[in-house]
């Protein structure tokens, strides 16, 4: 629902430049470190600047119960609901409050000052399989004598659970990772990974928790759900393809995964829900829900500078409260803070394929970056940044930042060590 904090006619006084990703209808939350402040403590972005959350509190500004919830990651406000801080950091934010003119820079930052670390602490990580483009692809290249999709694909959300101590900040270094590959009929070999990959996706973040046993009905699910946020799932391909039968993505996928700082509230987001593709065949009882919805993000993906993709996520065929509806349905509990990413972005068009697999067609169609050079996976010192926006054109641009990072080879010193 659509409330005065995201009325478009809202001004702030704090300078916000054109077409900024954070204007006072965003007010997104992240967790930042200052070099004289090391200690993490949350922060909203407004424009090119942070309100430090912990000054505003100290200051007895806030007037919230969130004393020791506006240091360290965002668990605790997570459980608690962003809601209630988000309207009052808008509050007194907007043109004409002088609230926060007793603390010193009225609790600003610049943000070029600080720097962002992991927003919450990720319990658990589940990355879903849910554009119907990205699935057929990866179904035509693979299998293409059989059907693109799985049968079960437009049944359930599929996904698999992966690893959330290497989910990284935006901005770290991308180690490439080693691992068992084989090409042809050869044995397998160790090494590194000849196909490093991004996937461009969308994850969304859980704010209130659930009890075990007790699935959350598709009706409730967005209540659950905290907010959203970028996700770079790196693939490293020939190591997924030579041990994924018979149970799913492991090593290929497990070294790194990458995501964006700022947490954007669905109550930010919310003149930007619209409806989800039609689903042919209707879904089981539990997965049905009229008001489910969308959300209008464009997204984009540059390698070194030169944007390779444009995707829009408003055509997954799986919805957020869908995927979170099936991931509980046995009784799997959820704590604040567990990730949900979306699976891979991509459209109907070669222009907007989320993955390095897609673009390239599995290696047999590099395509062209800046000063001539061609990529069909990625190599070491490339640096890959995934963006993403909603409105811009119409209505205020709500923005997610960046998600990036590059691409490193694994230090020789530990390559000779045998350091795994």
Same mark, same amino acid.
């Given at each position: ?283 089981? =009882?539990?997965?049905?829900?009229? #008001?489910?919805?969308? !959300?209008?993000?464009?997204? +984009?993906?540059?390698?070194? $500078? &030169? %944007? ?14 869908? =995927?979170?509806?099936?991931?509980? #349905?046995?009784?799997? !509990?959820?704590?604040?803070? +567990?990730?949900?990413?979306? $699976? &891979? %972005? ?34 070491? $010192? ?39």
């Amino acid at each position: 629902m659509t409330n005065a904090t995201t009325d478009p006619g809202l001004g702030t006084w704090v300078p916000v430049p054109e077409g900024s990703d954070f204007p006072i209808q965003n007010l997104p939350f992240g967790v930042f470190t200052t070099a004289g402040d090391p200690g993490p403590r949350v922060g909203v972005a407004i424009g090119e600047h942070v309100l430090d959350l912990a000054a505003v509190q100290d200051s007895g500004v806030m007037r919230l119960p969130v004393a020791e919830m506006t240091r360290g990651p965002l668990n605790s406000l997570l459980a608690m609901g962003l809601g209630p801080v988000r309207r009052r950091v808008s509050e007194l934010l907007t043109a004409g409050n002088d609230e926060l003119s007793l603390l010193e820079d009225r609790g600003l930052v610049a943000m070029d000052d600080v720097e962002m670390v992991m927003p919450v602490e990720v319990g658990d990580y589940v990355d879903f399989y849910s554009s119907e483009q990205h699935a057929t692809n990866v179904g035509r290249m693979f299998r293409p004598d059989a059907e693109p999709l799985p049968p079960n694909w437009k049944h359930l959300p599929i996904g698999y659970h992966g690893r959330s101590a290497t989910i990284v900040p935006s901005g770290m270094d991308i180690v490439r990772p080693h691992g068992q590959v084989q090409s042809g009929g050869s044995d397998p070999e160790f090494g590194p990974t000849r196909r490093l990959d991004f996937e461009v996706e969308v994850g969304f973040v859980t704010g209130q928790g659930s009890r075990a046993g007790s699935p959350i009905p598709i009706v409730a699910a967005e209540r659950h759900i905290a907010g959203l946020l970028l996700v770079n799932d790196w693939s490293a391909r020939d190591i997924q393809s030579w041990e994924y039968r018979p149970l799913g993505p492991f090593l290929g996928k497990s070294f790194a995964t990458t995501i964006s700082p700022w947490l954007v509230t669905l109550e930010a987001l919310a003149p930007y829900r619209v409806t989800p593709p039609a689903q042919d065949p209707e879904p089981l =009882q539990y997965l049905r829900d009229e #008001s489910a919805l969308g !959300v209008d993000i464009h997204l +984009d993906v540059a390698i070194n $500078g &030169t %944007v390779v993709s444009r995707a829009e996520f408003r055509d997954m065929y799986w919805t957020m409260a869908q =995927q979170l509806a099936h991931a509980t #349905s046995n009784g799997a !509990v959820t704590r604040p803070g +567990d990730l949900f990413a979306s $699976g &891979t %972005v991509s459209n109907d068009h070669p222009g907007s394929y989320g993955s390095m697999l897609e673009l390239a067609w599995n290696g047999t169609r590099p395509i062209r970056l800046g000063g001539g050079e061609e990529r069909s996976f990625l190599s070491d $010192g490339d640096e890959v940044v995934i963006r993403g926006w909603c409105g811009g054109d119409a209505g205020p641009r709500i923005g997610f930042g960046e998600c990036r990072g590059t691409i490193v080879a694994r230090p020789p010193t530990e390559i000779a060590a045998g350091a795994l």
